[in-house]
């Protein structure tokens, strides 16, 4: 080998020697080279680690970085790129970055706040430009707030954007200026699919009356939030009278000022011997804090006496018991109770003496019968009291034929007049019935359609007659005669519905929406109930099988619940509340495999679509559903308040035979505290 090289000339040689350098060399620089590139890359990595980017790929090329990745904007792109060049020399970087696309401009959210108070209203928000068709602009809608207010300006922080109305936008904002007509002390938010209503009525019935009417306007695709509220009445003068008698224990009026108190009265009424639960008012105008640690002492007491009746008027009580209560327990329950009770009150008791024969006393009486005609007839006092009589009866009974038939005696005892307007007032809230007035006795007997008549007419007498006076209340609450316990709930009207579809279902001629004959006296049924039914949001649904294609089964559906609410309307159904929907085969309840799972889908559904009333204090309940055969079960459904109220008022005992007087404080006490500026008088309810 050395021989060979040795022959080889020196310029073969140098040429070796060059060609062998130069591998080395490059060899070192690629060695050189990945060195460079995996530090580099490594080092880049690890700073837009720290600096939590990691939507960046680092890739290098000899002295070259390649960044690659999607940046969600452009700030974040420019931040990537100034941290990796803080790293390495600028012009070695290779930016192949993209950015996120903008997305396209959403429309705002537009929502109206309405403000209603007894002096103003106000409008704040943002409303579309240019409103839907039929809709409202602001200039319209500021028009239609200030009329509610006029005079007074209206405050309006109304902005707009040039943005097409969101669907349900233009009825939903009519709906919620309606509810602002109707509610005088509201406040109501308006958004595209949802329509919140916060108000404040004067009573419960009120309350009631609103909350339907409300919900009887409520277009469709828009939620209703509903809170209204109603405060407590002020009750003047502050009365309550149990009794005791023949025929049971009861409350013919009943007040408490806190639901503490109110509980308590009821358990020693319960104690006493009261079976159904009676209605006691929680309202304003208490003369003490200490009212039911009293009430609970005389209920005791006249319990204990078997025969009497006990009063409250504000701080005066009045316990009168009856004939066959022996006179030592008489002593020692009045002792005991004039001893229990707290310093504000003050007690009248009296024992009733038995009856004697005597000549018949003056009477004064007053009649209202079922047709509405009204016979005043006894005694008076003059003249003059008599055209005034008359003229009361005329305005306490508008619209009724008043006979006045009676005589002049001016032997008659003093007070007589007050005795016989006191009376005449409360008869007034009777639906038909008579009024007996005497020298010792004021004695008011009826029919009523309203569980409150019977503490109204005690709380009329007790204030008017004055202290130490007698009276009785023969009052019977009849159902029949409640216009709220006589209406059915839309719930009611619900159950009644799926009791005639679970009998017979609505079919139709095979492959169209005509209504087959058989299935017309169903229509008329169904048609029967909604016609004493009041408005309501409801839905018919069309179902069918899965035969046929899917747009087919859809639109027949739709056609065939369309013709029921066609067919409803025919029949004087008011229809102004009702949708008709198609759904095709999207919701079987049935396997569409069997004849019997095909016919079973084959249906109309009735939907509630707006919420039932809440209970008190509670919020909205949740949306009521119809179904027909293999659907729910409505009578899960919560029971309905005015339904509730109006079973407890038909459990009430009949008291038309009532015998047992009552009778009032014969002296003035300590005085109630006086009631705050602005507070009106509300009657016990």
Same mark, same amino acid.
């Given at each position: 080998?050395?021989?060979?090289?040795?022959?080889?000339?020196?310029?073969?040689?140098?040429?070796?020697?060059?060609?062998?350098?130069?591998?080395?060399?490059?060899?070192?620089?690629?060695?050189?080279?990945?060195? %460079?590139?995996?530090?580099?890359?490594?080092?880049?990595?690890?700073?837009?680690?720290?600096?939590?980017?990691?939507?960046?790929?680092?890739?290098?090329?000899?002295?070259?970085?390649?960044?690659?990745?999607?940046?969600?904007?452009?700030?974040?792109?420019?931040?990537?790129?100034?941290?990796?060049?803080?790293?390495?020399?600028?012009?070695?970087?290779?930016?192949?970055?993209?950015?996120?696309?903008?997305?396209?401009?959403?429309?705002?959210?537009?929502?109206?706040?309405?403000?209603?108070?007894?002096?103003?209203?106000?409008?704040?928000?943002? %409303?579309?430009?240019?409103?839907?068709?039929?809709?409202?602009?602001?200039?319209?809608?500021?028009?239609?707030?200030?009329?509610?207010?006029?005079?007074?300006?209206?405050?309006?922080?109304?902005?707009?954007?040039?943005?097409?109305?969101?669907?349900?936008?233009?009825?939903?904002?009519?709906?919620?200026?309606?509810?602002?007509?109707?509610?005088?002390?509201?406040?109501?938010?308006?958004?595209?699919?949802?329509?919140?209503?916060?108000?404040?009525?004067?009573?419960?019935?009120?309350?009631?009356?609103?909350?339907?009417?409300?919900?009887?306007?409520?277009?469709?695709?828009?939620?209703?939030?509903?809170?209204?509220?109603?405060?407590?009445?002020?009750?003047?003068?502050?009365?309550?009278?149990?009794?005791?008698?023949?025929?049971?224990?009861?409350?013919?009026?009943?007040?408490?000022?806190?639901?503490?108190?109110?509980?308590?009265?009821?358990?020693?009424?319960?104690?006493?011997?009261?079976?159904?639960?009676?209605?006691?008012?929680?309202?304003?105008?208490?003369?003490?804090?200490?009212?039911?640690?009293?009430?609970?002492?005389?209920?005791?007491?006249?319990?204990?006496?078997?025969?009497?009746? %006990?009063?409250?008027?504000?701080?005066?009580?009045?316990?009168?018991?009856?004939?066959?209560?022996?006179?030592?327990?008489?002593?020692?329950?009045?002792?005991?109770?004039?001893?229990?009770?707290?310093?504000?009150?003050?007690?009248?008791?009296?024992?009733?003496?038995?009856?004697?024969?005597?000549?018949?006393?003056?009477?004064?009486?007053?009649?209202?019968?079922?047709?509405?005609?009204?016979?005043?007839?006894?005694?008076?006092?003059?003249?003059?009291?008599?055209?005034?009589?008359?003229?009361?009866?005329?305005?306490?009974?508008?619209?009724?034929?008043?006979?006045?038939?009676?005589?002049?005696?001016?032997?008659?005892?003093?007070?007589?007049?007050?005795?016989?307007?006191?009376?005449?007032?409360?008869?007034?809230?009777?639906?038909?019935?008579?009024?007996?007035?005497?020298?010792?006795?004021?004695?008011?007997?009826?029919?009523?359609?309203?569980?409150?008549?019977?503490?109204?007419?005690?709380? %009329?007498?007790?204030?008017? &007659?004055?202290?130490?006076?007698?009276?009785?209340?023969?009052?019977?609450?009849?159902?029949?005669?409640?216009?709220?316990?006589?209406?059915?709930?839309?719930?009611?009207?619900?159950?009644? &519905?799926?009791?005639?579809?679970?009998?017979?279902?609505?079919?139709?001629?095979?492959?169209?929406?005509?209504?087959?004959?058989?299935?017309?006296?169903?229509?008329?049924?169904?048609?029967n109930i909604l016609t004493a039914c009041p408005a309501m949001q409801m839905e018919i649904g069309g179902h069918t099988d899965s035969q046929g294609s899917e747009g087919g089964n859809q639109s027949l559906s739709q056609a065939r619940a369309e013709a029921v609410l066609v067919a409803l309307q025919g029949r004087r159904v008011d229809i102004s509340g009702m949708t008709a929907v198609g759904y095709g085969e999207a919701t079987p309840i049935a396997d569409n495999e069997t004849e019997e799972g095909r016919e079973a889908n084959r249906r109309i559904e009735f939907v509630l679509t707006s919420p039932p009333p809440a209970p008190l204090g509670g919020a909205a309940g949740a949306e009521g559903r119809l179904e027909g055969p293999g659907g729910a079960d409505p009578a899960a459904s919560p029971?309905?308040?005015?339904?509730?109220?109006?079973?407890?008022?038909?459990?009430?005992?009949?008291?038309?035979?009532?015998?047992?007087?009552?009778?009032?404080?014969?002296?003035?006490?300590?005085?109630?505290?006086?009631?705050?500026?602005?507070?009106?008088?509300?009657?016990?309810?």
């Amino acid at each position: 080998m050395p021989t060979r090289i040795r022959q080889l000339s020196s310029t073969t040689l140098a040429l070796l020697a060059f060609i062998l350098a130069a591998m080395v060399m490059f060899s070192v620089a690629y060695g050189a080279t990945l060195v %460079i590139e995996s530090r580099t890359q490594h080092v880049v990595e690890a700073r837009l680690a720290r600096e939590r980017i990691d939507w960046v790929t680092v890739a290098t090329d000899g002295l070259r970085v390649q960044l690659t990745g999607t940046a969600p904007n452009e700030a974040a792109r420019f931040r990537a790129v100034n941290i990796v060049g803080s790293l390495i020399d600028a012009s070695r970087i290779r930016d192949a970055l993209d950015v996120t696309p903008a997305s396209a401009i959403e429309a705002p959210k537009f929502s109206v706040q309405m403000l209603r108070t007894e002096d103003e209203v106000q409008l704040s928000g943002l %409303i579309p430009e240019k409103p839907g068709e039929g809709g409202m602009s602001e200039e319209q809608l500021s028009a239609a707030a200030e009329a509610l207010a006029p005079g007074n300006g209206l405050p309006d922080t109304l902005e707009t954007a040039d943005y097409p109305a969101p669907p349900n936008w233009d009825a939903a904002l009519a709906f919620g200026l309606e509810a602002l007509r109707r509610l005088e002390l509201s406040k109501i938010s308006v958004s595209a699919d949802m329509v919140e209503v916060i108000a404040i009525s004067d009573s419960e019935a009120e309350k009631r009356k609103l909350e339907g009417e409300v919900r009887a306007l409520v277009p469709a695709g828009v939620r209703l939030v509903m809170d209204i509220s109603a405060p407590r009445p002020v009750i003047t003068p502050f009365t309550l009278r149990f009794v005791v008698d023949a025929e049971g224990a009861r409350f013919d009026s009943c007040s408490a000022d806190t639901e503490r108190a109110r509980t308590q009265i009821l358990a020693a009424a319960a104690a006493a011997g009261v079976v159904s639960t009676p209605v006691c008012t929680i309202g304003l105008g208490t003369p003490t804090p200490r009212w039911s640690e009293a009430v609970v002492l005389a209920i005791g007491a006249v319990k204990e006496l078997g025969s009497a009746s %006990i009063t409250f008027s504000d701080a005066d009580v009045s316990l009168l018991a009856g004939s066959d209560v022996a006179q030592a327990a008489f002593d020692k329950v009045v002792g005991e109770l004039e001893t229990g009770l707290p310093d504000a009150f003050s007690l009248t008791s009296i024992l009733e003496k038995k009856e004697s024969t005597a000549e018949g006393p003056a009477e004064f009486t007053a009649t209202v019968k079922e047709d509405g005609k009204v016979e005043l007839r006894g005694r008076l006092t003059d003249e003059m009291q008599r055209s005034a009589v008359d003229a009361f009866a005329r305005a306490a009974f508008p619209g009724a034929e008043v006979l006045t038939a009676t005589r002049v005696d001016e032997a008659l005892p003093d007070g007589w007049p007050v005795r016989v307007f006191a009376g005449l007032k409360a008869l007034a809230e009777v639906e038909h019935g008579s009024l007996l007035v005497r020298a010792d006795l004021v004695e008011v007997t009826g029919v009523t359609g309203s569980t409150a008549a019977r503490g109204k007419i005690t709380q %009329i007498l007790s204030g008017e &007659l004055g202290q130490g006076q007698t009276f009785k209340v023969n009052v019977r609450y009849d159902e029949a005669l409640d216009p709220i316990a006589s209406l059915p709930t839309p719930e009611e009207c619900a159950a009644d &519905l799926n009791a005639v579809i679970a009998r017979t279902k609505i079919t139709f001629t095979p492959a169209s929406a005509e209504i087959a004959n058989e299935a017309r006296p169903v229509i008329d049924q169904l048609a029967n109930i909604l016609t004493a039914c009041p408005a309501m949001q409801m839905e018919i649904g069309g179902h069918t099988d899965s035969q046929g294609s899917e747009g087919g089964n859809q639109s027949l559906s739709q056609a065939r619940a369309e013709a029921v609410l066609v067919a409803l309307q025919g029949r004087r159904v008011d229809i102004s509340g009702m949708t008709a929907v198609g759904y095709g085969e999207a919701t079987p309840i049935a396997d569409n495999e069997t004849e019997e799972g095909r016919e079973a889908n084959r249906r109309i559904e009735f939907v509630l679509t707006s919420p039932p009333p809440a209970p008190l204090g509670g919020a909205a309940g949740a949306e009521g559903r119809l179904e027909g055969p293999g659907g729910a079960d409505p009578a899960a459904s919560p029971p309905d308040e005015n339904a509730s109220a109006a079973a407890a008022g038909a459990a009430n005992p009949d008291f038309s035979g009532d015998t047992s007087p009552s009778v009032a404080p014969t002296e003035k006490t300590i005085p109630p505290l006086p009631r705050p500026e602005g507070l009106e008088a509300e009657d016990n309810q």
